[in-house]
């Protein structure tokens, strides 16, 4: 028979099946239902918890006063009851025992007895453990709450059982004043545990139940065998967290960059445990802890199961993009409109796909400026506004304001398309951190930034050599017809763009012919139109295969309703057969695929010109070139350290950062190393890279359109000038003309050389091309990967995606972003909130953490921000180095009498230029002149500061007005070679740009010799370098990526303006066709040549194996070898 559960005390509650109870007092402050209820064990732990304790006062409203003076009556009644029970004992009956035999004492006793007493020694009563352990923790208890300085440390001791009870005098009832005191208490009641425990008073076990009993849990649970603090108070200042042992021990788990095992977490837990923190979680609590906020404030991660079957992972880009939109650091980089701007052009809203190509219906069609302003749609205001009223999204908005969130996808998309097209009727509800609203916020695919063999697949088009072979044109034709004049001139230019109606279209067709099971057909169609879908090919195989096999089982049937049953299954299946990017709405993959610059610039022609060149050096010239590079200015280039050696050991290998390296600097040190056409090429692709690097357009007109663009006036073009063509147009053009003069055939064999004539309409349509590039995809390999560095690879999408969803999370936490509570407003709307103060102040206030996450300050540095020069030793301290303006270079400035020769001054290491570039002694910059307010250009002397501001010195250049004959760049130069000083205010310096010294002119050589520095330190080996000579001549380097837009912004245009080379360049292109035909003729009259004497050889060589048979001869042999040879041949 079942025993039936005891009655549990107030203020308890039973749950039905007995096993579990909840508190009465605690229920209504517990938002989960399943988080309210607890072990019957935890009853008497439960009811010392500062929580329920808190929720009890919180009810009664009992004064401190009130309970320190029940707490005096409680101990005056246990007084009273030890007396009763001590004169009850002293009333017991006697008991005569008898008495124990006398005992001889020892000699040893005797001996001890008389040393004794001879001594006069002295003994101690040994104390209590118990008392002397209350005794150490009431002083720990007064020198915490001392310092706090709350009250009476003494009197509050004995109040709360540390010494016999007394009346005291206590202040008023504080919330946080109680806060500080109970952490107080506890951490008395935790030294004096420890206290016992180290003093061998208390064991190991007892010290647990001690730490159990005074913590806040809502189960007894066992620590994992390393142990652990279990149920740690909770703190609001790092909410979500409990404590901030807990937050600091999510961070350390979630760093992007170090990535830390479970063992080696137990270990860190270990270790705390060990040095005695507090609030130190067991293993499975962490765990318990990280999952509790994954439900309620993470990123889901859902899975998915590709058309072909396979399966995987994603984290909801729903509430990646809900965060960003509630976070207030990333909220105000969101753009919903599209803006025709004034000034420069640098983001993708203010090009033409959001002003002028989108459908409006993808884009936010609604204007909210929070000030009561009527809310329209484009829609109705085009349409005269009065016939669709009220607007239909109304009916979901409720009032909400609704927003488009454009963004980049290209892989798995199918998936990712049914989430995006699930926002058009379902929109994400989200917390506008800008405006603190909820917003609905729909999504759409804005550009899909790929690599080429990527962007083949989303536009559909077919990955290798094709009759068509451009995925964003039909340009082309058969090998025969691009060698053809006007086929080849059509190649250094943009042909008919394709679309992704007429792509999705051929797809369709192709799928047809795939039903009447005839794969030549297919084959045939895909190498004519260029178009072949990765994503449906499997498909069309599938399609090819089971026709034959229908034919084959039911030969009578006719191919006609064999192709309909198929096409019939291929309708019910079309979102399973067909790309999803041809049909999103909003994304035109054709349009959308911009030219991209790692894989098409880096990976394509720098890599192609690279090759090109080193690949006929000698082991000198490399040697050359790799002197020659090392010894460049890097000042001004944001690149990282050169490594040259390393370059040329790996000249067929190198990544784009290397390659960004060779683009910017191999012109200075190429020119006598390579032909006078591959030298020009090395120009033309410098001068290209740089341009399209630009991360803002400040004159669209300049920098790229000509006056046949179809929207010139609207783009304010100046039409004086009809036959002109611009920078990237010129930069573009020579560049392909260039490499088909070394070599016609590579502008019909490279993809990547076509493509360039693409840049510009990309650029029209998404801006500078930097905003859309793959590069920034690239950096995040490093966290893709230690991601999985401890994933078994079981499940590998899945840990991954698990990981970068809790990175996410943490990385919105620390940030200050907002998540949906669990709670409900009273008026039952959504309520949002947000990490405490300790959370979000920590990643501010640590810059190790910052560094750890890779954050930076969006606050940049300030124009005439300095580094102060670093302190030296002197007289036994350090001292802050400081200089007589009188000793320093700058008292020899033109200005220089501005300021007092015995002033002092401290030299600097850097100061902040205006575009934000940190100028250090050397540094190439230019400056606003304080004497005409001009731009001046200069090399930094000396940086040095006077209290909060600082002065920088330069050597004065000029630039000449021709460009230099060799490089076609600027010049520098002083002024009738005299040195000039000249001063300027911190804050006047504009930009820092790269220069090279002029060691073409000078003749400098590699005659310099120093030691070659391994392991830190200088071995015996050597190495030559470059040493300048004194000409004081130097070059702008106008292929430099940094600031290069500004540059050119301040130097005259016949001095950076690309110059084309040809002034006829469809006579060149009739040339250069006339060559590569010469060229292909040739090749097909060897290879003709040689697939005859092969034949030739073939058919000798049968004729040799062959014997002439006669019957005449009776050789057996013969007949033999003839009848062998019969068998092999009916074989």
Same mark, same amino acid.
């Given at each position: 028979?079942t025993r039936?559960?005891a009655?549990?005390?107030e203020?308890?509650t039973?749950?039905?099946d007995g096993? =579990?109870?909840k508190c009465?007092?605690?229920a209504p402050h517990?938002p989960?239902?399943?988080?309210?209820?607890?072990?019957?064990?935890?009853?008497?732990?439960?009811?010392k918890?500062?929580?329920?304790?808190g929720?009890a006062?919180?009810? &009664?409203?009992?004064s401190?006063?009130?309970r320190?003076?029940?707490?005096e009556q409680?101990?005056e009644?246990?007084?009273?009851?030890?007396d009763?029970?001590?004169t009850?004992l002293q #009333?017991?009956?006697?008991? &005569? =025992?008898?008495? $124990?035999a006398p005992r001889?004492q020892?000699?040893q006793?005797l001996?001890?007895?008389? +040393?004794?007493?001879?001594n006069g020694?002295?003994?101690?009563i040994?104390?209590?453990?118990?008392e002397l352990?209350e005794r150490e923790?009431r002083?720990w208890?007064?020198?915490?709450?001392g310092?706090?300085?709350?009250w009476n440390?003494?009197?509050?001791a004995?109040?709360?059982g540390?010494?016999d009870?007394v009346?005291?005098d206590?202040?008023?009832?504080?919330?946080?004043v109680d806060?500080?005191?109970?952490e107080?208490?506890?951490?008395?009641?935790?030294?004096?545990?420890?206290?016992?425990?180290r003093?061998g008073?208390m064991?190991?076990?007892t010290?647990?139940t001690?730490?159990?009993h005074?913590a806040?849990?809502?189960? $007894?649970e066992t620590?994992n065998?390393f142990?652990?603090t279990?149920?740690?108070?909770?703190n609001n200042e790092?909410r979500p967290?409990?404590?901030?042992t =807990?937050f600091?021990?999510d961070?350390?788990? %979630?760093?992007?960059?170090?990535?830390?095992s479970?063992?080696?977490?137990?270990v860190?837990?270990w270790?705390?445990?060990?040095?005695?923190?507090?609030?130190?979680?067991?293993?499975?609590?962490?765990?318990?802890?990280q999952?509790?906020l994954?439900e309620?404030s993470?990123?889901p991660t859902?899975?998915c199961?590709s058309?072909?079957?396979?399966?995987f992972?994603?984290?909801?880009?729903?509430?990646i993009i809900?965060?960003?939109?509630?976070?207030?650091?990333?909220?105000k980089y969101i753009?919903?409109?599209?803006?025709?701007t004034?000034g420069?052009?640098?983001?993708i809203w &203010?090009?033409?796909k959001?002003r002028?190509d989108?459908?409006l219906s993808?884009?936010?069609q609604?204007?909210?400026d929070?000030?009561?302003v009527?809310?329209?749609?484009?829609?109705s205001?085009?349409?005269?506004y009065?016939?669709a009223?009220? %607007?239909?999204?109304?009916?979901?908005?409720?009032?909400?304001?609704?927003?488009?969130?454009?963004i980049d996808?290209?892989?798995q998309y199918?998936?990712?398309?049914k989430?995006?097209?699930?926002?058009?009727s379902? @929109?994400?509800?989200?917390?506008?951190?800008?405006?603190?609203?909820?917003?609905?916020?729909?999504?759409?695919?804005s550009s899909g @930034?790929?690599d080429?063999p990527m962007?083949n697949?989303?536009?559909?088009?077919?990955?290798?050599r094709a #009759?068509l072979?451009?995925?964003?044109?039909?340009?082309g034709?058969?090998?025969?017809?691009k060698?053809s004049?006007?086929v080849?001139?059509?190649m250094f230019?943009?042909g008919?763009?394709?679309?992704?109606?007429?792509?999705?279209a051929?797809?369709v067709?192709q799928?047809?012919?795939?039903?009447?099971?005839?794969a030549?057909h297919?084959?045939?169609r895909?190498?004519a139109?260029?178009v072949?879908?990765?994503?449906?090919q499997?498909?069309i195989?599938e399609?090819?295969n089971?026709?034959?096999k229908?034919?084959?089982?039911e030969?009578n049937?006719t191919h006609e309703?064999?192709k309909q049953e198929l096409?019939a299954?291929?309708e019910?299946n079309?979102d399973?057969v067909? %790309?999803?990017?041809?049909?999103?709405?909003?994304f035109d993959p054709?349009?959308?695929?911009?030219?991209e610059?790692?894989?098409t610039?880096?990976?394509?022609?720098?890599?192609?010109?690279?090759y090109?060149s080193?690949?006929?050096w000698?082991e000198a010239?490399k040697?050359t070139f790799?002197i020659r590079l090392?010894?460049?200015?890097?000042n001004?280039l944001?690149?990282?350290?050169?490594r040259?050696?390393?370059?040329?050991?790996y000249?067929n290998s190198?990544i784009?950062r290397?390659?960004?390296?060779v683009?910017?600097?191999s012109?200075f &040190?190429?020119?006598?190393?390579?032909?006078?056409?591959q030298f020009?090429?090395w120009?033309?692709v410098g001068?290209l890279?740089?341009?399209?690097?630009?991360?803002?357009i400040?004159?669209?007109n300049?920098y790229?359109?000509?006056?046949?663009h179809p929207?010139y006036h609207?783009?304010?073009?100046?039409?004086?000038?009809?036959?002109r063509q611009?920078?990237?147009e010129?930069?573009?053009?020579?560049?392909l003309?260039?490499?088909a003069?070394?070599?016609?055939s590579k502008?019909?064999?490279?993809i990547k050389?076509?493509?360039?004539a693409?840049?510009?309409e990309?650029?029209?349509r998404?801006g500078p091309?930097?905003?859309?590039a793959t +590069?920034?995809f690239?950096?995040f390999?490093?966290?893709?990967?230690?991601?999985?560095?401890l994933s078994?690879?079981?499940? !590998?999408?899945?840990?991954?995606a698990?990981?970068?969803?809790?990175? +996410?999370?943490?990385?919105?936490r620390?940030t200050?972003g907002?998540?949906?509570?669990?709670l409900?407003s009273?008026?039952?709307?959504?309520?949002?909130?947000?990490a405490?103060?300790g959370?979000?102040?920590?990643?501010r206030?640590k810059?190790l953490?910052?560094k750890?996450?890779?954050w930076?300050d !969006?606050?940049p540095k300030a @124009?005439?921000t300095?580094?102060?020069?670093p =302190?030296?030793?002197?007289h036994?301290?350090?001292?802050?180095p400081?200089v %007589?303006?009188?000793?320093?270079a700058?008292s020899?400035?033109?200005?220089?009498?501005a300021?007092?020769?015995?002033s002092q001054w #401290?030299p600097?290491?850097?100061?902040?230029?205006?575009?934000?570039?940190?100028?250090?002694?050397?540094?190439w910059?230019?400056? +606003?002149?304080?004497?005409?307010n001009?731009?001046t250009?200069?090399?930094?002397?000396?940086v040095?500061?006077?209290g909060?501001s600082?002065i920088?010195v330069?050597d004065v250049f000029?630039a000449?007005?021709t460009?230099?004959?060799?490089?076609d760049?600027p010049?520098?130069?002083?002024?009738?070679e005299?040195?000039t000083y000249l001063?300027?205010?911190g804050?006047?310096?504009q930009f820092e740009f790269?220069?090279?010294h002029?060691?073409?002119s000078?003749?400098?050589?590699?005659?310099?010799?120093r030691?070659?520095v391994q392991?830190?330190?200088?071995?015996?080996?050597?190495?030559?370098?470059?040493?300048?000579?004194?000409l004081?001549r130097?070059?702008i380097?106008?292929h430099?990526f940094?600031?290069a837009h500004?540059?050119?912004h301040?130097?005259?245009? #016949?001095?950076t303006?690309p110059?084309?080379?040809?002034?006829?360049?469809?006579?060149k292109h009739?040339e250069l066709a006339a060559?590569?035909?010469?060229s292909?003729d040739?090749?097909?009259r060897?290879?003709?040549e040689?697939?005859?004497?092969k034949?030739?050889e073939?058919?000798?060589?049968?004729?040799?194996?062959v014997?002439?048979?006669?019957?005449?001869?009776?050789?057996?042999g013969?007949?033999q070898d003839?009848?062998?040879?019969?068998k092999?041949?009916?074989?």
């Amino acid at each position: 028979m079942t025993r039936s559960a005891a009655p549990v005390p107030e203020p308890f509650t039973t749950s039905p099946d007995g096993k =579990m109870v909840k508190c009465k007092v605690c229920a209504p402050h517990i938002p989960l239902e399943p988080k309210r209820w607890m072990l019957r064990g935890s009853m008497s732990t439960h009811l010392k918890t500062d929580s329920h304790r808190g929720h009890a006062h919180a009810g &009664h409203t009992v004064s401190l006063e009130e309970r320190v003076r029940m707490n005096e009556q409680q101990a005056e009644a246990e007084r009273a009851q030890r007396d009763t029970q001590a004169t009850a004992l002293q #009333n017991l009956p006697d008991f &005569h =025992m008898r008495s $124990p035999a006398p005992r001889e004492q020892s000699q040893q006793e005797l001996g001890m007895w008389d +040393e004794y007493e001879m001594n006069g020694g002295s003994f101690e009563i040994a104390e209590d453990p118990a008392e002397l352990a209350e005794r150490e923790g009431r002083q720990w208890l007064e020198r915490e709450v001392g310092e706090l300085s709350i009250w009476n440390a003494e009197a509050f001791a004995k109040a709360i059982g540390f010494g016999d009870t007394v009346n005291v005098d206590i202040l008023e009832d504080d919330p946080e004043v109680d806060e500080l005191l109970a952490e107080a208490m506890g951490n008395a009641r935790e030294w004096t545990c420890q206290l016992s425990l180290r003093q061998g008073h208390m064991t190991r076990s007892t010290w647990l139940t001690f730490r159990y009993h005074f913590a806040d849990v809502d189960e $007894p649970e066992t620590a994992n065998h390393f142990g652990g603090t279990q149920g740690a108070r909770k703190n609001n200042e790092f909410r979500p967290y409990d404590t901030k042992t =807990m937050f600091l021990l999510d961070v350390l788990d %979630n760093l992007p960059h170090l990535r830390i095992s479970d063992s080696l977490m137990k270990v860190f837990l270990w270790i705390l445990k060990e040095c005695g923190a507090n609030d130190v979680p067991s293993f499975y609590r962490l765990r318990k802890m990280q999952k509790s906020l994954c439900e309620h404030s993470g990123v889901p991660t859902l899975p998915c199961k590709s058309g072909q079957g396979n399966v995987f992972y994603i984290n909801d880009p729903r509430t990646i993009i809900a965060k960003d939109w509630a976070n207030p650091l990333v909220r105000k980089y969101i753009h919903v409109y599209p803006e025709i701007t004034d000034g420069p052009i640098s983001e993708i809203w &203010h090009a033409e796909k959001w002003r002028k190509d989108m459908d409006l219906s993808a884009l936010s069609q609604m204007w909210d400026d929070g000030n009561g302003v009527p809310e329209f749609t484009v829609k109705s205001i085009l349409s005269g506004y009065p016939i669709a009223m009220p %607007n239909p999204e109304r009916t979901y908005a409720r009032g909400r304001p609704i927003y488009t969130s454009l963004i980049d996808l290209f892989e798995q998309y199918c998936d990712f398309k049914k989430i995006i097209e699930s926002t058009h009727s379902k @929109p994400i509800e989200t917390y506008d951190a800008l405006t603190n609203d909820e917003v609905l916020v729909k999504l759409y695919q804005s550009s899909g @930034p790929a690599d080429n063999p990527m962007a083949n697949e989303i536009c559909g088009h077919m990955i290798g050599r094709a #009759n068509l072979p451009c995925r964003k044109c039909n340009v082309g034709g058969t090998h025969r017809e691009k060698e053809s004049d006007e086929v080849y001139h059509s190649m250094f230019t943009a042909g008919e763009p394709r679309t992704k109606g007429e792509t999705l279209a051929e797809v369709v067709s192709q799928v047809e012919l795939a039903c009447l099971g005839v794969a030549s057909h297919v084959e045939t169609r895909q190498t004519a139109s260029g178009v072949k879908d990765a994503y449906t090919q499997p498909w069309i195989e599938e399609l090819i295969n089971r026709a034959r096999k229908m034919h084959q089982d039911e030969p009578n049937r006719t191919h006609e309703s064999i192709k309909q049953e198929l096409l019939a299954w291929v309708e019910e299946n079309k979102d399973r057969v067909y %790309n999803s990017f041809l049909t999103m709405k909003g994304f035109d993959p054709n349009r959308d695929t911009p030219v991209e610059l790692l894989h098409t610039i880096l990976l394509g022609i720098v890599k192609y010109v690279w090759y090109g060149s080193h690949s006929t050096w000698s082991e000198a010239s490399k040697k050359t070139f790799a002197i020659r590079l090392q010894s460049t200015n890097t000042n001004g280039l944001s690149i990282h350290a050169i490594r040259s050696n390393y370059i040329m050991q790996y000249a067929n290998s190198l990544i784009g950062r290397q390659l960004k390296t060779v683009a910017q600097t191999s012109v200075f &040190h190429v020119y006598d190393l390579v032909s006078d056409k591959q030298f020009a090429l090395w120009k033309a692709v410098g001068q290209l890279s740089a341009l399209l690097w630009f991360p803002e357009i400040r004159d669209l007109n300049t920098y790229l359109v000509s006056v046949y663009h179809p929207y010139y006036h609207l783009l304010k073009l100046n039409a004086s000038k009809p036959d002109r063509q611009e920078d990237v147009e010129t930069a573009v053009a020579n560049v392909l003309d260039l490499f088909a003069e070394i070599d016609p055939s590579k502008i019909i064999e490279k993809i990547k050389l076509h493509i360039l004539a693409h840049v510009r309409e990309d650029i029209l349509r998404f801006g500078p091309l930097v905003g859309v590039a793959t +590069e920034f995809f690239e950096c995040f390999n490093v966290i893709f990967r230690m991601c999985s560095i401890l994933s078994n690879h079981r499940a !590998p999408s899945r840990d991954i995606a698990y990981q970068l969803a809790d990175q +996410e999370a943490m990385k919105h936490r620390l940030t200050g972003g907002h998540w949906r509570s669990e709670l409900v407003s009273d008026s039952g709307s959504a309520v949002w909130e947000c990490a405490g103060p300790g959370v979000i102040d920590y990643l501010r206030e640590k810059p190790l953490l910052q560094k750890l996450y890779g954050w930076t300050d !969006p606050q940049p540095k300030a @124009p005439g921000t300095f580094g102060l020069a670093p =302190m030296t030793r002197g007289h036994g301290q350090h001292v802050r180095p400081s200089v %007589n303006f009188g000793d320093t270079a700058t008292s020899k400035a033109l200005n220089a009498a501005a300021f007092s020769s015995i002033s002092q001054w #401290n030299p600097c290491k850097y100061i902040v230029a205006r575009s934000g570039d940190q100028c250090i002694v050397g540094s190439w910059i230019v400056g +606003e002149s304080p004497i005409d307010n001009s731009s001046t250009i200069g090399r930094i002397v000396e940086v040095l500061s006077q209290g909060i501001s600082a002065i920088v010195v330069i050597d004065v250049f000029h630039a000449a007005s021709t460009r230099h004959p060799l490089f076609d760049m600027p010049m520098l130069a002083r002024r009738q070679e005299e040195t000039t000083y000249l001063i300027l205010p911190g804050k006047a310096i504009q930009f820092e740009f790269n220069v090279q010294h002029d060691c073409h002119s000078a003749g400098c050589r590699a005659n310099g010799v120093r030691p070659v520095v391994q392991e830190r330190v200088e071995s015996d080996l050597t190495e030559t370098f470059i040493v300048h000579e004194g000409l004081a001549r130097y070059v702008i380097n106008t292929h430099a990526f940094h600031n290069a837009h500004l540059i050119r912004h301040i130097l005259p245009r #016949n001095l950076t303006a690309p110059i084309p080379l040809y002034d006829d360049r469809r006579k060149k292109h009739d040339e250069l066709a006339a060559t590569l035909r010469s060229s292909e003729d040739e090749k097909r009259r060897k290879k003709k040549e040689k697939e005859q004497q092969k034949q030739k050889e073939k058919e000798a060589k049968a004729a040799a194996a062959v014997p002439i048979h006669s019957s005449e001869s009776g050789d057996p042999g013969a007949t033999q070898d003839h009848g062998s040879r019969k068998k092999r041949k009916a074989k």
